[in-house]
Antibody, heavy 121, light 111 residues
């Protein structure tokens, strides 16, 4: 079955960087993109950006431009999200999700299990 | 911050019909299709409805979606206890460089 498995929880100090991985299985990795979504404690969902697993093209949310980098390793079917210059308000659960795109729209299915990133001094 | 507005909460007794609204603008719902995600407590979101009114395989037909103009809605008919969750609408937004926007979320409680 299609599955996205993410790396484990991280605790980082303000100003540090974090890199979260998302390993895909059950489908042809390069046929779909991967989006990253985060959710602060008790808050809603925030789209962070997207990467094409086919050619590496990216589209980042404007508020994260310059701090986020998304990459893929097609040899291991793994996507990565690195966030730099961490602040306390970056504390959140980070999700990866497989992107579906067609003429009728753009949606995410399935999602990874989530990775809690805690930023604290 | 979210650009799609949902009511913070909705509730109903088992068997009732509950409707959740999602209000957007011409740059998102007005020009793109709407998706809905269900997030059960302590779990990752799950796709519930895509392309305004399409259900993925395995989603019960108790869930239905619709869209009109710059608004959308999700209906849950025959409410069940396992439907207690947070529900988010979402759509692509054509403003700036383009981004995917989520609604503010609605907590559904089964009384």
């Amino acid at each position: 079955q299609v599955q996205l498995v993410q790396s484990g929880a991280e605790v980082k100090k303000p100003g540090a960087s974090v890199k979260v991985s998302c390993k895909a299985s059950g489908y042809t990795f390069t046929s779909y993109g991967i989006s990253w979504v985060r959710q602060a404690p008790g808050q809603g969902l925030e789209w962070m950006g997207w990467i094409s697993a086919y050619n590496g093209n990216t589209n980042y949310a404007q508020k994260l431009q310059g701090r986020v980098t998304m990459t893929t390793d097609t040899s291991t079917s793994t996507a990565y999200m690195e966030l730099r210059s961490l602040r306390s308000d970056d504390t959140a659960v980070y999700y990866c999700a497989r992107e579906w795109y067609s003429s009728s729209g753009w949606w995410f299915d399935p999602w990874g299990q989530g990775t809690l990133v805690t930023v604290s001094s | 911050q979210s650009v799609l507005t949902q009511p913070p909460s909705a509730s109903g007794t088992p068997g009732q019909r509950v409707t959740i609204s999602c209000s957007g603008s011409s740059s998102n719902i007005g020009s793109n299709t709407v998706n809905w995600y269900q997030q059960l407590p302590g779990t990752a979101p799950k796709l519930l409805i895509y392309s305004n009114n399409q259900r993925p395989s395995g989603v019960p037909d108790r869930f239905s979606g619709s869209k009109s103009g710059t608004s959308a809605s999700l209906a849950i008919s025959g409410l069940q206890s396992e439907d207690e969750a947070d529900y988010y609408c979402a759509a692509w937004d054509d403003s700036l460089n383009g981004l995917y926007v989520f609604g503010t979320g609605t907590k559904v409680t089964v009384l």
